[in-house]
């Protein structure tokens, strides 16, 4: 099986989605007989191994502003020139047309509860593409329970599956209140600061 990849996960420094998507992929080319081929439009740190490669585009265009508001238009016609069986988008948005049976991960729906947090363009593009292709896709990933809680409550469409992401972290033999100087008592969040987090839940159930 040959399977497109929205390379847009993998730019820049991972996030917790891009190292979601990294571990997942990873996961799947070492488990099952497949190929993936990721599309971006510019370099991108994806995973290493033998059945990955990365589809960029040519060289005179990479890195113009324009190429990466367009280079969606472009993947679709790529998948087919590849035989793509099926393409992943792995941050909720996948391209402007259709692009054989498309698999989507939903991360959140930060547009819907807390717009305020995100830009204009981040926020529009979100409102627009992520709930078209919510109806589109063939199938939808939640990466938690409570995600797809709030996809059925907002597309009245069924999570397909739950894949939870796991800790690649092995923080066995730190000691972190002797390396921080922390007291006895503390609580170690490495999310971001954004209200989705709802840290002060946190910080009153410890309480």
Not at 22 to 39: A, D, E, G, H, R
Request: some cysteine.
């Amino acid at each position: 099986m040959r399977i497109g990849v929205d390379g847009g996960v993998f730019h820049g420094p991972h996030s917790g989605v891009g190292i979601y998507n990294y571990y997942l992929l990873l996961s799947l080319v070492n488990n099952y007989n497949c190929q993936l081929i990721i599309y971006s439009y510019k370099e991108a740190g994806f995973p290493q191994h033998a059945n990955i490669t990365l589809k960029l585009p040519p060289r005179f265009m990479l890195g113009s502003l324009l190429l990466s508001n367009i280079w969606r238009l472009f993947v679709p016609a790529f998948c087919f020139l590849d035989r793509v069986d099926v393409f992943f988008a792995g941050n909720g948005l996948s391209n402007f047309f259709q692009c054989k049976k498309t698999i989507l991960v939903v991360h959140d729906f930060v547009y819907r509860f807390y717009p305020e947090t995100m830009s204009i363009k981040g926020l529009w593009a979100r409102r627009l593409m992520q709930s078209f292709w919510m109806k589109r896709a063939e199938a939808v990933i939640c990466n938690s329970n409570a995600t797809a809680s709030d996809l059925w409550k907002i597309s009245q469409r069924a999570a397909d599956a739950v894949i939870k992401p796991y800790s690649q972290l092995d923080a066995s033999g730190i000691n972190y209140p002797q390396v921080a100087g922390l007291p006895d008592g503390y609580m170690l969040v490495v999310g971001t600061l954004e209200p989705r987090k709802n840290l002060a839940a946190l910080v009153r159930a410890y309480d």
